[in-house]
């Protein structure tokens, strides 16, 4: 089985500060890792996604985020947050047979002027 | 373009009633997928399929059914059996051949009971 837990409900943090918003998972199997984003009523889209090779991988709007076997974790960050971030963030693994994703509860931020 | 639609984007049932959604993909993928979102417990698998005419149940199957009759469709109906049907649900879809596991989202359909 496997399970993937998101740390933190809501992030609030203000315009053009750090952020990092925390993602550890559980599985017996190697898996692959994705970062999704959702607007308000809107469905998901992919931010970036970890399957082998480097373990840091990166986003084409300032996003990255590093896969971390040791502490099974796939922390997202992004160095200084726009207005335009306010979103929920999801992270997701799979490695199943079935290959359908195991998502966690969800992580709002909410970027403050 | 290519994409994943949804309709309709905001639907309201009776108590007692089925009511289908659609979910429709230009992509050529062979996977497809139902989950449902309910605030604060992140989305979770109702059904899938990896090819046509086979679906699987997924966590949380019980009141839903699935058909998948071509490889573009595969639409969801709730039915009367589903105790709490009001929520967020998204359709998705994989191309199976990449090896990636990555799913590409519809917008989405919400559903109210009333």
């Known amino acids: 089985a496997q399970s993937v837990t998101q740390l933190d409900s809501q992030v609030p943090v203000f315009e053009e500060a750090p952020v990092e918003l925390r993602c550890n998972y559980s599985s017996s199997v190697s898996v692959y890792l994705f970062w999704y984003v959702q607007y308000p009523n809107q469905g998901l889209q992919l931010l970036l996604k970890y399957l082998s090779g480097s373990t840091l991988v990166e986003s084409i709007n300032g996003f990255e985020a590093e896969f971390n076997k040791s502490q099974t974790s796939f922390h997202l960050r992004k160095p200084s947050v726009h207005i335009s971030d306010t979103a929920e963030y999801f992270c997701?693994?799979?490695?199943?047979?079935?290959?359908?994703?195991?998502f966690g509860s969800g992580t709002r931020l909410q970027v403050q002027p | 373009d290519g994409g994943i639609t949804q309709s309709p984007k905001y639907l309201f049932r009776k108590e007692g009633q089925n009511v289908t959604l659609s979910c429709e993909q230009n992509l050529n993928h062979d996977a497809m997928y139902w989950y449902r979102q309910d605030p604060g417990q992140g989305l979770r698998l109702i059904y899938y399929s990896q090819i046509v005419n086979d679906f699987q149940k997924g966590d949380i199957a019980e009141g839903y059914s699935v058909s998948r009759e071509k490889k573009e469709s595969f639409p969801l109906t709730v039915t009367s059996a589903q105790k709490n049907p009001t929520a967020f649900y998204l359709c998705?879809?994989?191309?199976?051949?990449?090896?990636?596991?990555?799913?590409?989202f519809g917008p989405g359909t919400r559903l109210t009971v009333l």
């Open positions: 997701a693994v799979s490695g199943t047979g079935r290959r359908a994703l195991t």
């Open positions: 998705a879809s994989r191309h199976t051949p990449s090896g990636t596991d990555t799913q590409y």
